[in-house]
């Protein structure tokens, strides 16, 4: 399983737009990248999956570098309620009987 | 959008007693997982349920921990003789294939279970 590194706490403010960069060195050639968002007391989120290059939903983006050996997760004009915790995970998007492997993720505070 | 369903959403319990936790899948999801997260600490894997059996469980779900789906729509997680150390947030969670690329995996609520 690769291992996962992102910062541990991030600071910004309503309206500007929030980048989370993840490193995953170790990444195998079959993984795929899944970010989630925990808010306080409620289960994780999933935000956005992808493998390489771009991928865009409605609520952010991911850009992953050929080498894929980092991602990061871009959050466009984020407000207030954005603050939470984010996690980056690697793994085999079939996921399947293998449970997701959780690190401490992002905590992420957005002041006005 | 589907949301996976927990109840209660709030146990105490005192230690040594049974609790039991349920959970309302996602309809037409075919994997089910139990999650635990104590409080300040991460969200820990343990166990997946498929076809009416365990798949995979961690080290933390012991001979204490059970799991069922007595019936088309609920999944359960049982703790036999609760201790002060399974005080946590447990988490549901369902998906389509074991990780749609689309929607992940869904998580419910949780319930948050304290054992005094």
């Known amino acids: 399983l690769a291992k996962t590194t992102q910062p541990i706490s991030m600071d910004s403010y309503e309206g500007q737009e929030v980048n989370i960069t993840c490193s995953h060195n170790?990444?195998?050639?079959?993984?795929?990248i899944t970010w989630y968002q925990q808010f306080p007391s409620q289960g994780p989120r999933f935000i956005i999956q992808?493998?390489?290059t771009k991928v865009t939903n409605e609520v952010a983006s991911l850009f992953i570098p050929a080498d894929r050996k980092s991602s990061t997760l871009s959050l466009p004009r984020v407000s207030l309620s954005d603050t939470a915790v984010y996690y980056c995970?690697?793994?085999?998007?079939?996921?399947?009987?293998?449970?997701?492997?959780f690190g401490k993720g992002t905590h992420l505070i957005i002041q006005p | 959008e589907p949301e996976v369903t927990q109840t209660p959403s709030h146990q105490v319990t005192q230690m040594g007693q049974e609790v039991i936790l349920r959970c309302v899948p996602i309809s037409n999801h075919l994997y089910f997982y139990w999650y635990r997260q104590i409080l300040g600490q991460k969200v820990e894997f343990l166990v997946s349920?498929?076809?009416?059996?365990?798949?995979?469980k961690s080290e933390i779900f012991d001979d204490q921990f059970s799991v069922e789906r007595p019936d088309g729509s609920n999944f359960t997680l049982k703790i036999r003789s609760t201790k002060l150390e399974d005080s946590a947030m447990y988490f549901c969670a369902s998906s389509a294939t074991g990780g749609d690329v689309t929607y992940g995996y869904t998580f419910g609520s949780g319930t948050r279970l304290t054992v005094v």
């Open positions: 170790n990444i195998a050639t079959n993984d795929y």
């Open positions: 992808g493998y390489k």
């Open positions: 995970l690697v793994g085999d998007a079939g996921g399947g009987a293998d449970g997701l492997t």
């Open positions: 349920f498929y076809n009416n059996e365990i798949s995979e």
